[in-house]
């Protein structure tokens, strides 16, 4: 098996790192995107309560829905490629990134906002000096989730065209080439626990204040 791994990279190290950046380009654009959308909706749950229940159930339900489904109903409506795989995993990141950014922001102690409040911090410099670095760890926690679960869900995008490391499981699957399959799925598990590594050192040093 080894023979055949190192074959493979020999006769398709340009391809294998071709595949390896369409995936780094899928996942982090629909992190982005995820982010963006998660901390924005978060806050304006916040801002105004009556709009919560109604925001986070609808996100919560879509996270219920299998990464398969989601993409595949991207198909009649955007047609197949990087697009509409970006657009399938941004909907399935926004759920974690969304409820962390809330928990964050509502679990700040009322005596630090009363505090900033008494000594003249206005509304936006309290959520910019107060809530929202007081709720990053809670909201990078939620950030770290939705990216380990792109990086994973961005193989199954290869099925609508969006390329990625999940062309080459998919034609190990269908070949029953099994140095393709622990090529494709070692790579993947790699890049996943490189992502939750990353935010947990990102983490570290942006909270390093705390210890």
Request: hydrophobic fraction near 55%; glycine fraction near 12%.
């Given at each position: 098996?080894t023979?055949l791994i190192?074959?493979y990279?020999?006769a398709n190290?340009?391809?294998f790192?071709?595949?390896l950046?369409?995936h780094?380009?899928?996942?982090?654009l629909?992190?982005?995107?995820?982010?963006?959308?998660?901390?924005?909706?978060g806050?304006?749950?916040?801002?105004?309560p009556?709009?919560q229940?109604?925001?986070?159930?609808f996100?919560?339900?879509?996270?219920v829905?299998?990464?398969l489904a989601?993409?595949?109903l991207m198909?009649?409506?955007m047609?197949?490629?990087?697009?509409?795989a970006i657009v399938?995993?941004?909907?399935?990141?926004?759920p974690?990134i969304?409820i962390?950014?809330v928990?964050?922001?509502?679990?700040?102690p009322?005596?630090?906002?009363?505090?900033?409040?008494?000594?003249g911090?206005?509304e936006t410099?309290?959520?910019r000096?107060v809530?929202?670095?007081?709720a990053m760890?809670?909201i990078?926690?939620g950030v770290k989730?939705?990216?380990v679960?792109i990086?994973?869900s961005a193989?199954?995008a290869s099925k609508?065209g969006?390329?990625?490391l999940g062309?080459?499981?998919?034609?190990?699957?269908?070949l029953f080439r099994?140095?393709?399959?622990?090529?494709?799925?070692i790579s993947v598990?790699?890049?996943s626990l490189?992502?939750?590594?990353?935010?947990?050192?990102t983490?570290?040093?942006?909270?390093?204040?705390r210890?």
């Open positions: 098996m023979q190192t074959s990279f020999q190290g340009g391809r790192w071709g595949m950046g369409t780094l380009t899928v996942s982090v629909a992190l982005i995107c995820a982010a963006l959308i998660g901390v924005l909706a806050w304006w749950c916040v801002r105004r009556r709009s229940k109604f925001i986070t159930g996100f919560g339900f879509l996270r829905v299998p990464s989601i993409l595949l198909v009649p409506i047609g197949t490629g990087k697009a509409p399938a995993l941004v909907i399935l990141a926004i974690p969304l962390n950014t928990t964050g922001l509502e679990g700040i009322a005596f630090m906002l009363e505090t900033a409040e008494g000594i911090m206005t410099q309290v959520w000096s809530r929202f670095p007081l760890p809670m990078l926690t989730t939705a990216a679960e990086v994973a193989t199954l609508i969006a390329g990625g062309d080459l499981i998919f034609a190990g699957i269908g099994t140095e393709l399959l622990l090529i494709g799925g598990a790699l890049l490189a992502t939750g590594l990353i935010f947990t050192l983490e570290k040093r942006i909270t390093r204040y210890t």
